[in-house]
């Protein structure tokens, strides 16, 4: 379930197929409000909430849809291995065709085709600014996007509202001048672009060869991301 924060408590954005979530009728737009009776403001909360229910335990999810207060009872499970999910369906295949709004750098929309055409290596960020782990991989993020400038385009995809996105990468001037940010920020539009590539954790990195095949993929910041950052530089040399 793709989340974040909603006006009066965690903006449900996304369900994917067969968890809990969508089991439970849970729809993108919900905004889940409480949790056994305990309210819920953030993403945070959520993860929190759930986390100490523990799993085989059947909560009740109090939420509004469209002004109505709304109840539903969902049993907790075991979160399946998604990363292996992911990459059996997406490694070694053609990354899928997407667009989205361009929030901050070059033009006002990307188009996946246009990029895949264009044969250099791509590495897809998928981050929110409430994620303290992917604040944390910005600025090395940003550094590798000017040091590879040209040669490799670094593109972060948030699926939170354009103003919230916006608001964060004004504060973020403040520590990284926009004229040293080479990485295209990207909005995901109700989290669709996270559907397609099933970013079900975050941050998650998505490593793309000039071809357009997706040839990495892994969650986390630290020793992960510097692994995946090496194998971007490699694709570069000649071969």
Not at 34 to 59: A, C, Q, W
Not at 183 to 206: C, H, R, T, W
Request: charge should be positive; aromatic fraction near 6%; hydrophobic fraction near 45%.
């Amino acid at each position: 379930m793709a989340i974040e924060n909603g006006q009066q408590g965690v903006l449900v954005k996304s369900t994917f197929p067969d968890t809990p979530a969508a089991q439970a009728g849970l729809r993108s737009g919900d905004e889940i409000v409480k949790i056994v009776g305990v309210s819920v403001h953030t993403p945070e909360d959520l993860v929190r909430e759930v986390t100490n229910k523990g799993v085989g335990f059947t909560v009740k999810i109090e939420f509004v849809r469209k002004g109505k207060h709304l109840a539903k009872d969902i049993t907790l499970v075991a979160m399946p291995d998604m990363l292996s999910i992911t990459k059996q369906k997406l490694l070694k295949h053609q990354a899928p065709d997407f667009e989205a709004v361009v929030v901050q750098g070059p033009g006002a929309q990307f188009q996946m085709k246009t990029q895949r055409e264009k044969g250099r290596v791509t590495l897809l960020d998928f981050w929110a600014t409430w994620c303290m782990a992917c604040n944390a991989t910005i600025p090395r993020l940003t550094q590798f996007a000017k040091i590879n400038k040209g040669k490799i385009d670094v593109i972060s995809i948030s699926g939170e509202e354009i103003a919230v996105i916006k608001n964060f990468l004004t504060k973020l001037e403040m520590r990284l001048p926009k004229k040293d940010n080479h990485i295209l920020y990207l909005q995901s539009d109700e989290g669709k672009v996270n559907e397609l590539f099933m970013a079900a954790a975050i941050p998650m990195f998505v490593l793309i060869d000039k071809k357009g095949v997706v040839v990495e993929l892994e969650l986390g910041g630290g020793t992960v991301l510097e692994n995946i950052l090496k194998k971007a530089e490699a694709l570069t040399l000649p071969r």
